[in-house]
């Protein structure tokens, strides 16, 4: 059974900056897929980022985060990250981390709070 759990969320002000991770266990397999996602209140989840596991590092990003948000993975840490600058009250949500290991983003962890005031 694996385990996403995410960290590095907080409250900062408009145009801070915060790193967060996800570390899988007992670890993040070379060929998953990882995404981000988040949820603020009354709003339905959202894709934010999404890394591949074909060895190419290619990353995606919705375009209300492109340019801003930059996702990295380090597969010996079974760890991903993101990178979120020029933070905006509307990027307020709860992040998550979650893994594709076939079709679907199977699984996935319990969030971290991110609020910017």
């Known amino acids: 059974h694996v385990q996403l759990v995410e960290s590095g969320g907080g409250s900062v002000q408009t145009g801070g900056s915060l790193r967060l991770s996800c570390t899988a266990s007992p670890s993040m397999q070379y060929g998953w897929c990882m995404g981000w996602f988040r949820q603020a209140p009354g709003n339905m989840r959202e894709g934010i980022a999404r890394i591949e596991g074909d060895g190419s590092g290619t990353t995606t990003y919705a375009d209300s985060v492109s340019g801003r948000f930059t996702m990295s993975r380090d597969n010996a840490e079974s760890t991903i990250y993101l990178q979120i600058d020029s933070l905006k009250p509307d990027d307020t949500a709860m992040y998550y981390c979650?893994?594709?290991?076939?079709?679907?983003?199977?699984?996935w962890g319990r969030g971290t709070q991110v609020t910017v005031s």
């Open positions: 979650a893994a594709r290991t076939d079709s679907d983003f199977r699984y």
